[in-house]
């Protein structure tokens, strides 16, 4: 089975700061991972994905995050916040090949402060 | 990149009426398609995975006769919540994932419509 675990439900931070999101996976096998920002009202936009190949993703938007199979993390990073980073953030894992689904984090809110 | 549609984007209806929510991939064909619910402030759970032609496999929990999924082509696949509660008032997303030989995505990456609001009066 798998899952994911965001660690924190929201996050705050001032604009021009660093990001932290911080992602817990679980599962039986090397999986997919990854980041989807959703605005509000909003559907789901892709960040970045981890599928096995480099183990620091470089996504849209400034973002990055790092697969750390020893840690069994994927946190997602930004050096510098922007107003418009202000989303809620999902991590988001998927299974091996022949397995479709996907399973979502909890979620986390990040606000940007002035 | 790849586009996936719904519509409407937000429907109002009576209790006890049923409403349709379709969901197309614009530019290329999707041999499966996900229907996701989320309630205010939380994730997505998953209700549904639609394979074209064949019958939609649900979710544990997720009821067969009131959420109504038909995949009958290539590029649409709609859900139809019957007998519409207060309580089926949600947000619901769709999603299409492309053949892994299209070339156009990576293997398990979908991609996601806009949402429909649903509001059950």
């Known amino acids: 089975a798998q899952s994911v675990t965001q660690l924190d439900s929201h996050v705050s931070v001032s604009e021009g700061t660093p990001v932290l999101l911080r992602c817990n996976y679980s599962?039986?096998?090397?999986?997919?991972l990854f980041w989807y920002v959703q605005h509000p009202n909003k559907g789901l936009q892709l960040l970045l994905k981890?599928?096995?190949?480099?183990?620091l993703v470089k996504g849209i938007n400034g973002f990055e995050a790092e697969f750390k199979k020893s840690e069994t993390s994927f946190h997602l990073t930004k050096p510098s916040a922007h107003m418009s980073d202000a989303a809620e953030y999902f991590c988001?894992?998927?299974?091996?090949?022949?397995?479709?689904?996907?399973?979502f984090g909890q979620g986390t809110r990040l606000t940007i402060n002035p | 990149g790849a586009v996936v549609s719904q519509h409407p984007s937000w429907v109002i209806c009576k209790s006890g009426t049923s409403v349709k929510i379709e969901c197309r991939s614009l530019?290329?064909?999707?041999?499966?398609m996900f229907w996701y619910r989320q309630f205010p402030k939380q994730s997505l759970m998953l209700m549904a995975t639609s394979n074209e032609g064949s019958k939609a496999t649900y979710e544990q929990g997720v009821e067969k006769d009131k959420f109504l999924i038909n995949h009958a082509s290539l590029t649409l696949s709609t859900l139809t919540v019957t007998s519409a509660h207060p309580e089926d008032s949600s947000f619901y997303i769709c999603s299409a994932r492309a053949p892994p030989t299209s070339g156009r995505a990576s293997y398990n990456e979908q991609f996601f419509g806009p949402g429909t609001r649903l509001t059950v009066l």
């Open positions: 599962s039986s096998y090397s999986p997919s």
């Open positions: 981890y599928t096995s190949a480099a183990t």
């Open positions: 530019d290329f064909q999707a041999t499966t």
């Open positions: 988001v894992v998927g299974g091996i090949q022949g397995a479709q689904k996907l399973v």
